[in-house]
C-alpha cells in the first residue's frame, strides 16, 4: 500500500521560502508513468492544484504560482519536494502531496505570519 | 483556464437517498475528470478517474458519467459515512482544476 507524508514547517513568515517535503513509502518514486503532485487548500475553501512532477523529472506549475515555485524529485530518498518563495498570508493553506490521481498524503497546516 | 462549476454547491439528503452532483466544464475536456470525497479535517479520497473508472476500493454504489462537457457523479442509497463534500476535477490541460465542492449534508 502506497502512502504519502509530509513534512516541513508549520509557521512561514512573510516573505520568506516555504518548503516542504513528501515522503513515499511502499513505492518507488521513480517507476515509469508516475505523476506527483502538490495541492493546497486555504481554511475553509477549495483546493488548488498547485504543481506535478513526472518520475522522469518533467514539471508543470499553475502559472498563477509559477514565478515562486519549485518542485523536485530525489530518487535517492524517494522523495519530492516543493519550494514556494515570497510567501504571503494567502498563501496559509492545508498542503497535500499526492500520487495522481489515487494516493493522497494526510496533508499539513502551513499557516504564514510573522 | 478550464472553469469547473458544480452543482449544487449543498444538497440535503436522508440516509437511503439517491443523489446526483453535476460537474460542467467550460470546454471539452474528453472524459478528463474525476471525482473526490473530503470529510472535515480529512484529506480527499479519490473516488473516479475517466469519468466513470472507480478506483481500488471504492463501492459500486458511486457511479459516474460524461463526456465533454457534462458530467455526473451518482451515489445510491446513501449511508451516514457518506455525508461530505464532493469535488470533480479536470486534468485534460494544465493548469488542472477543481469544482467549488458540494456539501452534502443529512436533511
Known amino acids: 500500500q502506497l502512502q504519502l507524508q509530509e513534512s516541513g514547517p508549520g509557521l512561514v513568515k512573510p516573505s520568506e521560502t516555504l518548503s516542504l517535503t513528501c515522503t513515499v513509502s511502499g513505492g518507488s518514486i521513480s517507476s515509469s508513468s508516475q505523476y506527483w503532485g502538490w495541492i493546497r487548500q486555504p481554511p475553509g475553501k477549495g483546493l488548488e492544484w498547485i504543481g506535478g512532477i513526472y518520475y522522469s523529472g518533467s514539471t508543470y506549475y499553475n502559472p498563477s504560482l509559477k514565478s515562486r515555485l519549485t518542485i523536485s524529485l530525489d530518487t535517492s530518498k524517494n522523495q519530492f519536494s516543493l519550494k514556494l518563495s515570497s510567501v504571503t498570508a494567502a498563501d496559509t493553506a492545508v498542503y497535500y502531496c499526492v500520487r495522481w490521481v489515487d494516493y493522497w498524503g494526510q496533508g499539513t497546516l502551513v499557516t504564514v505570519s510573522s | 483556464d478550464i472553469q469547473m462549476t458544480q452543482s449544487p454547491s449543498s444538497l440535503s439528503a436522508s440516509v437511503g437517498d439517491r443523489v446526483t452532483i453535476t460537474c460542467r466544464a467550460s470546454q471539452g475536456i474528453s472524459n478528463y475528470l474525476a471525482w473526490f470525497q473530503q470529510k472535515p479535517g480529512k484529506a480527499p479520497k479519490s473516488l473516479i478517474y475517466?469519468?466513470?473508472i472507480l478506483q481500488s476500493g471504492v463501492p459500486s454504489k458511486f457511479s459516474g458519467s460524461g463526456s465533454g462537457t457534462d458530467f455526473t457523479l451518482t451515489i445510491s442509497s446513501l449511508q451516514p459515512e457518506e455525508f461530505a463534500t464532493y469535488y470533480c476535477q479536470q486534468y485534460k490541460s494544465y493548469p488542472y482544476t477543481f469544482g467549488q465542492g458540494t456539501k452534502l449534508e443529512i436533511k
Open positions: 475517466a469519468a466513470s
